[in-house]
């Protein structure tokens, strides 16, 4: 790790004005990903600037929404009473995501904003990278693929995003609030990411100089399912091979609403809007569970190590709506 200069924000605008005065700056919050690729030798920021004493930790429901601030911990997250309570499927995400001692370090903003665990784009020594050098290649694509993605992926790059939490937001709509330079923003955390094959370079629409200061959850009716499924190479401390996550309302044995997330396939986290189509007005059934899964892996794009990942991601998803919707096989 290179030697660098380090600088505590004491509150939001002055955080941002730094980022903007050093394009090569980079935010230290929990560090749990951050100082890992810093290690690595990946990002070699001159300045690290410590965001941690912003007053960005708060965990609020607001009428029907959760509010909450980007320094807010993983652990406070799934600890909440209004997540225990109306949003199991985010609970569920962060329990499976990391040990304790890593949920009590890692923030939500952080979580939202970590980099891919691509073992080529973490390793210097590789360069056929397109994630770290644009045009350079992808040497996953050619090489050991297990780990990695089969949806929004391409020759150009097959870098899977790894958090758990991010899934069950995009399927439950929710909203990252931005702070800039000149104005606030917000944007649907479905439009946030960029999927590989679109930009392997760059993962989301923020810019250098604004941070996310919350995440807005909308909270789903008080008739809504839901759940999260990670299937894995281990019970613990292990990233997805492919999960799901899943919110439905059933009303006589119809889905009258459906939300579907998909985690371990994705470049980035994955809507299923797919399976939404094919699962909102139809009968709770295996076979329609079935014909869901099908649409939503219907475009993977494989390489040898991961083809398995598409009939995997299909048990993976047809299995959590027979848990939500509690539907036998």
């Not at 050098?133 to 949806?151: D, E, I, K």
């Not at 794009?301 to 299909?314: D, I, Q, S």
Request: proline share 5%; charged share 25%; aromatic share 4%.
């Amino acid at each position: 790790m290179r030697a660098f200069d380090y600088v505590r924000a004491t509150d939001t605008r002055e955080a941002v004005r730094l980022l903007a005065e050093d394009p090569a700056a980079s935010c230290l919050a929990g560090g749990t990903t951050q100082l890992d690729l810093m290690k690595d030798g990946v990002l070699e920021p001159p300045r690290l600037i410590d965001i941690t004493r912003l007053p960005l930790h708060g965990i609020e429901r607001r009428g029907a929404a959760l509010h909450v601030g980007a320094l807010a911990t993983m652990e406070e997250l799934a600890a909440d009473a209004t997540v225990a309570a109306r949003l199991p499927m985010v609970r569920e995400s962060l329990l499976r995501g990391a040990s304790v001692q890593l949920r009590n370090m890692a923030t939500i903003g952080g979580n939202l904003l970590q980099r891919t665990r691509c073992r080529y784009f973490r390793d210097p020594t590789v360069p056929e990278c397109n994630k770290r050098t644009p045009g350079s290649g992808c040497a996953a694509a050619q090489g050991a693929a297990r780990m990695h993605a089969v949806l929004g992926a391409s020759e150009r790059c097959i870098a899977l995003h790894a958090s758990d939490l991010a899934v069950a937001l995009v399927a439950l709509d929710a909203v990252v609030h931005i702070q800039g330079p000149a104005e606030a923003r917000t944007v649907p955390l479905t439009e946030f990411y960029l999927t590989a094959d679109e930009s392997p370079q760059r993962e989301n629409v923020l810019e250098h100089a604004e941070l996310i200061t919350a995440v807005e959850i909308p909270l789903p009716s008080a008739a809504a399912r839901s759940g999260y499924l990670k299937v894995r190479d281990r019970a613990s401390y292990e990233f997805a091979l492919a999960s799901a996550a899943v919110l439905l309302v059933l009303e006589d044995g119809m889905i009258r609403q459906a939300r579907v997330g998909l985690g371990g396939v994705g470049t980035k986290p994955w809507r299923a809007y797919e399976s939404e189509h094919v699962l909102t007005g139809a009968s709770a059934t295996t076979a329609t569970f079935r014909e869901a899964a099908d649409a939503a892996l219907r475009d993977a794009w494989t390489v040898p190590g991961t083809a398995f990942k598409v009939p995997l991601a299909r048990r993976t998803l047809v299995r959590e709506l027979q848990t939500v919707s509690e539907v036998t096989a």
